[in-house]
T-cell receptor, first 110, second 113 residues
Framework: EDKVVQSPLSLVVHEGDTVTLNCSYE??????LLWYKQEKKAPTFLFML????IEKKSGRLSSILDKKELFSILNITATQTGDSAIYLC??????????FGPGTRLSVLP | NAGVTQTPKFQVLKTGQSMTLQCAQD?????MSWYRQDPGMGLRLIHY???????DQGEVPNGYNVSRSTTEDFPLRLLSAAPSQTSVYFC????????????FGDGTRLSIL
């Protein structure tokens, strides 16, 4: 059975800290891995990763995929209170399916 | 830009009632999908469609039906609501299948009494 695991499930940090969120997967016919941020309502897209070792970066956020070890990390540097959200990892397979992890709830305190 | 529109935003049903959750997108996306989100479990795929007239089951399809008569609309039907279907439901769409980022609607919070 396809599975996506995220850790930690919950994290509390102070503004300015750097955080690393983890996502590991066991998915048959892996196609791509996606990261989303969910605040109050709809998840919003952050990154899509298809190749190992190539870092994707957007401002203070970055992510990388390791297809050999079957995991990805999402880094957030110099965290701000606006980064407080649930961060979701999802894996797409070649069967048009998506499998989501349970999410990491990040709370950034002022 | 409307994006993905879900209606209603909230609904309370009694056990055994049926209802349809509406989802419409105006981006001409081929791929549309329905998820439910329960605490601690992330998003679970219910049904998806790769184009008009084509639907398929996801991870948790039991108790739900879908149809895709147009590119824009992808309604989700609950046939006979059960308390276990209490959840937040999200509709999403993308262009070109599941290898593109999905755009999500704002969700429908459904409670079954």
């Amino acid at each position: 059975e396809d599975k996506v695991v995220q850790s930690p499930l919950s994290l509390v940090v102070h503004e300015g800290d750097t955080v690393t969120l983890n996502c590991s997967y066991e998915v048959t016919n892996f196609r791509s891995l996606l990261w989303y941020k969910q605040e109050k309502k709809a998840p919003t897209f952050l990154f899509m990763l298809t190749s190992s070792g190539i870092e994707k970066k957007s401002g203070r956020l970055s992510s990388i995929l390791d297809k050999k070890e079957l995991f990805s990390i999402l880094n957030i540097t110099a965290t701000q209170t606006g980064d407080s959200a649930i961060y979701l990892c999802a894996v797409a397979d070649y069967g048009q399916n998506f499998v989501f992890g349970p999410g990491t709830r990040l709370s950034v305190l002022p | 830009n409307a994006g993905v529109t879900q209606t209603p935003k909230f609904q309370v049903l009694k056990t055994g009632q049926s209802m349809t959750l509406q989802c419409a997108q105006d981006m001409n996306h081929e791929y549309m999908s329905w998820y439910r989100q329960d605490p601690g479990m992330g998003l679970r795929l219910i049904h998806y469609s790769v184009g008009a007239g084509i639907t398929d089951q996801g991870e948790v399809p039991n108790g739900y039906n879908v149809s895709r008569s147009t590119t824009e609309d992808f309604p989700l039907r609950l046939l006979s609501a059960a308390p276990s279907q209490t959840s937040v439901y999200f509709c999403a769409s993308s262009f070109g299948g599941n290898n593109q980022p999905q755009h999500f609607g704002d969700g429908t919070r459904l409670s079954i009494l």
